[in-house]
């Protein structure tokens, strides 16, 4: 994954805030983040909800 992928700095951001993240299977589509199963869209949320990365929507 290139490092301009969001999901990427989403899961990145997450780390440096303190919390575990791990990808699951294949292709980066799940992520395990502090013992949870999450798909990429729902890592990109929690991350925009936490302040941090901003948010995609217009």
Known sequence: ???A???TKAAE???AAGHSV???GA???FWIVDGKG???R???A???RLGLIGSSSD
Do not use: Q, T, V
């Open 42 to 44: 729902d890592l990109l």
């Open 46 to 48: 929690m991350a925009a």
């Open 22 to 24: 791990e990808p699951m």
């Open 13 to 15: 951001a997450l780390a």
């Open 27 to 29: 292709g980066f589509a």
């Open 38 to 40: 999450l798909s990429g």
């Open 1 to 3: 994954m290139s490092a």
């Open 5 to 7: 992928d969001p999901i």
